[in-house]
């Protein structure tokens, strides 16, 4: 069974770190592209992150970049997003994804399995 578990969740203040987690179970998570993704209320799903381990390969938004830090561990098959200098923007339930081939990375339309969610709140 496919299953993908995301924790590291929580509330924190502006200027505060977060690490999410993605423990991926029934697939090994280098033989797929694994993307963060956030959703915040009343918006569209979107990409933040994404690792390609058969690419060798990092993206991120630009929204995140020299904040956030996409990395993988093999031996736990699980996928880190470490999250710093947080900003209430950054409010949002999150949420990965592992896509079997990465095009563009951010479209949510190529990923086939995802985590239930933790949610990231960051006040001001």
């Known amino acids: 069974e496919v299953q993908f578990v995301e924790s590291g969740g929580g509330l924190v203040q502006t200027g505060g770190s977060l690490r999410l987690s993605c423990a991926a179970s029934g697939f090994t998570v280098d033989t797929y592209a694994i993307g963060w993704f956030r959703q915040a209320p009343g918006k569209e799903r979107e990409g933040v992150s994404c690792i390609s381990r058969s690419r060798g390969s990092t993206y991120y938004a630009d929204s995140v970049k020299g904040r956030f830090t996409i990395s993988s561990d093999n031996g736990k098959n699980t996928v880190y997003l470490r999250m710093n200098s947080l900003k209430p923007e950054d409010t949002a339930v999150y949420y990965c994804?592992?896509?079997?081939?990465?095009?563009?990375?951010?479209?949510?339309?190529?990923?086939?399995?995802w985590g239930q969610g933790t949610q990231v709140t960051v006040s001001s």
């Open positions: 994804g592992a896509a079997p081939i990465i095009g563009r990375w951010a479209d949510v339309n190529n990923y086939v399995y």
